[in-house]
């Protein structure tokens, strides 16, 4: 069974509320005012069965004053009814009404000419070519137009045909996709608690659910469920639903229209939307910069301040691309509409679709960034993956936020991504990278281990802090991880512990180095523990440019052990010292300095930063009254 949302628009007291109980039995008006005054003020709803369709109706006010109200009921409609009365025609409201219909685009419509009952055939033909005349050029041209009379029947089944035929050209909304009711209605009940009633617009919901109200961020519990006064237990996007939410205390007072309910994490508030825009033809207002407009989205209007991309204005029939600095937050995601109101007198001006729900702060759009968002909307799921990726360049994008910063729901973007990284995307740590990117960072680091190796040949490994570095600032340490990764696999690298190296390469000394490292060890060989600091060595040596290279030469060739800084031992010697320590002093508790020198036959000198060394390697271990030496000493550098 489809579920859709059929919803009313059209001038004041032209007929709307009328129909909706002559085709469903149900008055919407309900508030006294309303029936005081004879006109719709809120929003009313009904429920119209036709055949396999169940139909949601919203019946919207049709008075310029609550067009707010109008476009909060018409962001979720699946199918408008058009509403002119036959003894009016075309009025100016019926142009508002059809402006934000097709701004929001709206799947179908259909027209009906109401109170048909009142007018002869020449006038009613007269208001016929008015209403084509209206939709000629939209996507809207070749909707059917039925002449009705709430008050005798005339054309009723007529209409109720056309509606079902209609209907079943809509595309269904998604229910696997993420959950989002924007509230247009919060209201508290005795004994059942905080009530909240909306369109669910995509994704599913279930008695139980853990929700989240945004903006504020407040946290519920689905406590039970309605659609159009029936209880279920799940319901699917496309109906009109009554959610009864428990667990919210005194933030409940905060719920309110425009407020939207979501089910998963990645949904967060914004203070900012980039979007394609479109001013309406003949409108008198120009677009500039830092204009002030009422943005309306989903349930929501807040004012917001233009900032224009790529143009000085906007005039009337032209598109642009602008990014709205909002006063208030907003719920939004990317293929969402939107409608922009002047701020006073409170006209429409023109309408336009999201494309960066979280963007950055932009003063100008560049022409790659603009075709990139263009993509991102005009083209096939790996293509908007692809343009993100592009858009989020270094950053990348995380996979998480996809389904909000493309639009598209979660099935299909877990496709999307695996097609992409076919194409040799690279994927690491929850975010996504472009192949560019991912080729760009591949030459970055092989160029730095390369240059490493020719500025330190007696190197084995290059450290990975170092190669890191190569990459741009703003790039994660993860995505080098990665890149390192890749190549590794690859086998265009090595990994050595905290370094790598290019496949096969192995430190090489030239003959003046080997003399150097011959004395070395015949230095390091003589003096058993009470070696030199480093820039102790004979001044030929110091003087030398490579002397901290080789003496790190020897070191990763498991020669000589860093005892501190520039206080290096035969490995030999140091294996010993361990292993005298070891024999003479374990299983006594209390060891002071003087037990660990005369075991060790070292001056003060040496002996502390032994001792330090000792302890950083587990083979001794410190406490308040001295040492104590581990019975099975494994240092890590063994």
Not at 267 to 284: D, E, N, R
Not at 360 to 368: A, F, H, N, S
Request: overall charge negative; hydrophobic content about 40%; some cysteine.
């Amino acid at each position: 069974m489809n579920h859709l949302i059929l919803g009313t628009a059209g001038h004041i007291d032209h007929g709307k509320t009328a129909l909706v109980r002559a085709l469903t039995g149900i008055d919407t008006d309900r508030l006294k005012e309303e029936k005081d005054r004879g006109i719709t003020i809120e929003l009313g709803f009904a429920q119209l069965s036709l055949g396999a369709q169940r139909l949601g109706v919203v019946d919207v006010p049709g008075h310029e004053a609550f067009i707010r109200s109008m476009v909060a009921g018409a962001t979720g409609m699946d199918v408008v009814l058009l509403i002119v009365a036959a003894d009016e025609g075309v009025m100016p409201q019926t142009r508002e009404h059809f402006t934000i219909i097709e701004l929001l685009g709206v799947q179908e419509l259909v027209v009906t000419l109401t109170k048909c009952d009142l007018v002869d055939e020449e006038w009613l033909e007269l208001v016929r070519i008015d209403v084509e005349e209206l939709l000629a050029g939209t996507p809207y041209a070749e909707s059917p137009i039925v002449p009705t009379s709430a008050t005798n029947g005339d054309g009723l089944d007529t209409l109720l045909e056309k509606l079902d035929e209609t209907a079943k050209r809509v595309h269904q909304r998604n229910g696997d996709d993420l959950a989002r009711l924007p509230l247009d209605r919060a209201f508290t009940i005795q004994g059942t608690g905080t009530v909240v009633t909306g369109t669910l617009w995509t994704g599913t919901l279930s008695r139980g659910d853990r929700v989240r109200l945004l903006p504020p961020d407040i946290e519920a519990r689905i406590r039970n469920l309605q659609v159009h006064g029936k209880d279920v237990e799940t319901v699917t996007a496309g109906n009109r639903i009554a959610v009864a939410l428990s667990g919210m205390g005194s933030d409940r007072e905060m719920v309110a229209r425009g407020t939207t309910l979501v089910s998963v994490p990645e949904w967060a508030p914004t203070w900012m939307l980039t979007a394609h825009v479109q001013l309406i033809q003949g409108t008198k207002w120009t677009l500039s910069h830092n204009q002030r407009v009422r943005l309306h989205i989903g349930t929501s209007e807040v004012m917001a301040r233009c900032a224009l991309l790529t143009q000085k204005e906007i005039r009337a029939g032209r598109q642009g691309w602008i990014q709205l600095r909002l006063e208030e937050p907003v719920i939004a995601r990317a293929r969402d509409r939107i409608i922009l109101r002047a701020y006073s007198p409170m006209t429409t001006i023109g309408g336009g679709i999201v494309v960066e729900p979280q963007p950055i702060k932009r003063k100008i759009l560049d022409e790659p960034v603009r075709i990139a968002l263009e993509r991102v909307l005009g083209g096939e799921p790996v293509e908007s993956i692809e343009a993100l990726l592009l858009i989020g360049s270094w950053n990348g994008v995380s996979i998480s936020d996809l389904p909000v910063s493309s639009g598209l729901p979660p099935q299909v973007i877990e496709k999307a991504v695996a097609d992409v990284q076919t194409g040799g995307a690279l994927r690491t740590a929850g975010r996504l990278f472009s192949t560019v990117v991912a080729e760009e960072a591949e030459r970055l680091i092989l160029e730095a281990v390369h240059r490493g190796h020719a500025e330190g040949p007696l190197l084995s490994t290059i450290p990975l802090p170092l190669i890191r570095s190569a990459l741009p600032i703003w790039a994660t340490p993860a995505l080098a991880d990665a890149v390192i990764d890749k190549i590794t696999n690859q086998g265009g690298l090595e990994r050595d512990g905290s370094g790598v190296r290019i496949t096969g390469y192995r430190p090489h000394l030239s003959h003046e180095q080997e003399e150097l490292v011959s004395e070395l060890r015949e230095i390091y060989g003589k003096a058993g523990l009470a070696t030199p600091l480093a820039r102790e060595l004979p001044s030929h040596l110091t003087r030398h440019s490579d002397i901290w290279a080789l003496l790190k030469f020897l070191e990763e060739r498991d020669e000589l052990v860093a005892i501190a800084d520039g206080y290096y031992v035969l490995k030999s010697e140091f294996d010993a010292a361990i292993e005298r320590v070891h024999n003479l002093l374990s299983g006594r508790t209390g060891l002071g300095p003087s037990a660990f020198r005369d075991a060790l036959q070292v001056s003060r000198k040496q002996l502390i930063p032994i001792l330090n060394c000792f302890d950083g390697l587990g083979v001794t271990v410190k406490h308040a009254d001295g040492r104590e030496v581990r019975a099975h000493p494994t240092p890590d550098y063994m």
